[in-house]
């Protein structure tokens, strides 16, 4: 499968964007798909994953209650609602599946397949 991650732009402290995830060569429905993010200089760093059948999902503390996963299988389709952005969300933002029984990992490790990512500068 091939991942394209979008979405990403220059936005001010407080708004909000919202990232896609889209799927080529598979069906998507196969796989868990989590986003991740990687500021500059840093580790990256787990955001938030979404169960095959979208009816699990996990946050990260630091984005609990602000950024939303979901997706539509029919669109083939993964979204990362990202809302009340603070400047330390500033980041590179990739996507990535995981074709394996669903454990709700963290862990970059455990993820196949990767997009390209997209960046995300919030302003102060």
């Known amino acids: 499968v091939q991942l394209q991650a979008c979405g990403g732009g220059l936005v001010q402290a407080g708004g909000s964007l919202s990232l896609s995830c889209a799927a080529s060569g598979r069906p998507f429905s196969i796989y868990n798909v989590a986003w991740f993010r990687q500021a500059p200089g840093e580790e990256r760093d787990f955001v938030a994953v979404i169960s095959r059948t979208g009816a699990s999902t996990s946050h990260a503390n630091s984005v609990k209650g602000r950024f939303t996963i979901s997706r539509d299988h029919a669109k083939n389709m993964v979204y990362l609602q990202m809302n009340a952005l603070k400047p330390e969300d500033t980041a590179v933002y990739f996507c990535?599946?995981?074709?394996?029984?669903?454990?709700?990992?963290?862990?970059?490790?455990?993820?196949?397949?990767w997009g390209q990512g997209t960046l995300v500068t919030v302003s102060s």
């Open positions: 990535a599946a995981d074709p394996k029984a669903w454990t709700g990992s963290t862990s970059e490790y455990d993820y196949d397949y």
